[in-house]
């Protein structure tokens, strides 16, 4: 007989686990100090080595761009800090710096059992979910800060997402209303809500110059969505691909990174079925700027791409919001249509099934259409705030929260 054990319980067991682990290492931790002060008549120092004012944790090397220009900054300043990452071959690691430490502490489990142990001043990270599945705030930790990793609703995330977190750092004020409707109806201690701007549009727009001979404005279509069962390949597929190879258009599709963990069999059964089309090909690139900048037009769903897209480089989407079930998402106890849903319809073009067999005719229309542009403009002015900015307001605000946080302790 095989002992089974299904994945939210397995989840809830290692919670357990880690959190009886974590309260036995401080209560020994506490008692070994003691000790020593003891044992030394007072004269012990007791201050931790392995406490650190600033920690930077990455889950995965595609948030790169996200914490890139908060370490620039940090660097610049002469700042001490601990960059921990999940990823292995992390960019990080192909950059010097003099006053970052860089350190991989493994995937999963691994890395979440050494982030409920951290001890540390301040903590930035774009992981949601703190103190609600298998990563939970450390006792060794005083302050946890949550970055947004796109220009988006600050209740996209999964239930609970950011509930938890002590600050969220957001791109525009227009993201503040919802968090503290949240706070309000779940009876949360109020978080600090500080608009810093967009880090990660800040790295792609630096880097946009690298891609300026790359565009093709006529005949590149990205087709490019978020993932989960209200996306655009999950709902349609073959029923979306076909008639756009049959434009004529040179297709590009690129899946949302976590659509090849969680869909992986679709997107193996949609390349097989067109491995020998020549006008479609795939994308698993790290940087999306390559095909963003090559293509002339974007199809997508609700993904936050689709910001990245129009305003760095002001070209039209066609969107589908294909029955977005919004149940599994912090929007769902929202009563107000999100953001980005209200300005999908100003930015973009809505695309429905019946238009697929005419969806060259809708391309060529929506490319046309000038309103779009300005309409692009108006958005990208009050989702993305303190442009080129972003890493300077965030060390700013996490460097003065630091000097709370020692100012308190000495106390």
Same mark, same amino acid.
């Given at each position: 007989?095989?002992?089974?054990?299904?994945?939210?319980?397995?989840?809830?067991?290692?919670?357990?686990?880690?959190?009886?682990?974590?309260?036995?290492?401080?209560?020994?931790?506490?008692?070994?100090?003691?000790?020593?002060?003891?044992?030394?008549?007072?004269?012990?120092?007791?201050?931790?080595?392995?406490?650190?004012?600033?920690?930077?944790?990455?889950?995965?090397?595609?948030?790169?761009?996200?914490?890139?220009?908060?370490?620039?900054?940090?660097?610049?300043?002469?700042?001490?800090?601990?960059?921990?990452?999940?990823?292995?071959?992390?960019?990080?690691?192909?950059?010097?710096?003099?006053?970052?430490?860089?350190?991989?502490?493994?995937?999963?489990?691994?890395?979440?059992?050494?982030?409920?142990?951290?001890?540390?001043?301040?903590?930035?990270?774009?992981?949601?979910?703190?103190?609600?599945?298998?990563?939970?705030?450390?006792?060794?930790?005083?302050?946890?800060?949550?970055?947004?990793?796109?220009?988006? $609703?600050? #209740? /996209?995330?999964? !239930?609970?997402?950011?509930?938890?977190?002590? =600050?969220? %750092? &957001?791109?525009?004020?227009?993201?503040?209303?919802?968090?503290?409707?949240?706070?309000?109806?779940?009876?949360?201690?109020?978080?600090?809500?500080?608009?810093?701007?967009?880090?990660?549009?800040?790295?792609?727009?630096?880097?946009?110059?690298?891609?300026?001979?790359?565009? $093709?404005? #006529? /005949?590149?279509? !990205?087709?490019?969505?978020?993932?989960?069962? =209200?996306? %655009? &390949?999950?709902?349609?597929?073959?029923?979306?691909?076909?008639?756009?190879?049959?434009?004529?258009?040179?297709?590009?599709?690129?899946?949302?990174?976590?659509?090849?963990?969680?869909?992986?069999?679709?997107?193996?059964?949609?390349?097989?079925?067109?491995?020998?089309?020549?006008?479609?090909?795939?994308?698993?690139?790290?940087?999306?700027?390559?095909?963003? =900048?090559?293509?002339?037009?974007?199809?997508?769903?609700?993904?936050?791409?689709?910001?990245?897209?129009?305003?760095?480089?002001?070209?039209?989407?066609?969107?589908?919001?294909?029955?977005?079930?919004?149940?599994?998402?912090?929007?769902?106890?929202?009563?107000?249509?999100?953001?980005?849903?209200?300005?999908?319809?100003?930015?973009?073009?809505?695309?429905?099934?019946?238009?697929?067999?005419?969806?060259?005719?809708?391309?060529?229309?929506?490319?046309?259409?000038?309103?779009?542009?300005?309409?692009?403009?108006?958005?990208?002015?009050?989702?993305?705030?303190?442009?080129?900015?972003?890493?300077?307001?965030?060390?700013?605000?996490?460097?003065?929260?630091?000097?709370?946080?020692?100012?308190?302790?000495?106390?």
């Amino acid at each position: 007989m095989i002992l089974y054990i299904d994945p939210g319980t397995g989840s809830m067991l290692f919670s357990i686990l880690i959190g009886v682990v974590a309260i036995i290492f401080f209560m020994l931790k506490a008692f070994w100090i003691k000790i020593k002060f003891f044992i030394s008549g007072g004269k012990v120092d007791l201050k931790n080595s392995h406490h650190v004012p600033f920690v930077i944790y990455s889950e995965d090397k595609r948030y790169w761009t996200v914490f890139e220009p908060i370490i620039n900054e940090f660097e610049k300043r002469r700042i001490e800090i601990t960059y921990l990452t999940s990823s292995e071959d992390d960019p990080f690691f192909n950059e010097r710096f003099e006053y970052i430490q860089g350190l991989y502490i493994g995937k999963g489990n691994k890395a979440f059992t050494k982030l409920n142990l951290l001890e540390a001043d301040v903590c930035i990270m774009t992981t949601p979910g703190l103190d609600v599945y298998q990563l939970k705030r450390s006792k060794g930790t005083k302050h946890y800060s949550h970055i947004l990793h796109a220009v988006d $609703d600050a #209740t /996209s995330y999964r !239930l609970f997402g950011l509930d938890y977190f002590d =600050s969220v %750092l &957001l791109s525009g004020e227009y993201q503040i209303k919802h968090l503290r409707q949240l706070e309000h109806q779940r009876n949360l201690k109020e978080k600090e809500l500080i608009v810093v701007g967009s880090t990660y549009l800040d790295s792609l727009n630096n880097s946009l110059s690298e891609y300026e001979n790359s565009v $093709d404005s #006529t /005949s590149v279509i !990205l087709v490019a969505p978020s993932w989960g069962n =209200s996306s %655009l &390949l999950n709902k349609y597929g073959e029923r979306l691909l076909t008639p756009l190879i049959e434009t004529g258009f040179h297709i590009i599709v690129r899946p949302h990174p976590q659509t090849l963990q969680n869909d992986q069999k679709i997107i193996d059964s949609l390349i097989s079925r067109y491995r020998t089309e020549p006008k479609l090909e795939w994308d698993f690139e790290r940087n999306n700027l390559k095909s963003l =900048s090559r293509a002339s037009l974007m199809i997508s769903d609700f993904s936050g791409v689709i910001f990245d897209y129009t305003f760095l480089f002001r070209r039209p989407v066609l969107y589908s919001n294909v029955e977005f079930d919004s149940r599994p998402y912090d929007s769902w106890d929202i009563d107000e249509t999100p953001w980005k849903f209200e300005v999908l319809q100003k930015i973009g073009v809505e695309l429905k099934e019946e238009d697929f067999s005419h969806i060259k005719d809708l391309i060529y229309r929506t490319i046309d259409n000038t309103t779009l542009f300005e309409n692009i403009n108006i958005a990208k002015a009050k989702a993305w705030n303190n442009q080129g900015e972003a890493g300077i307001k965030v060390v700013d605000y996490l460097v003065e929260k630091q000097k709370s946080i020692s100012k308190a302790i000495a106390r």
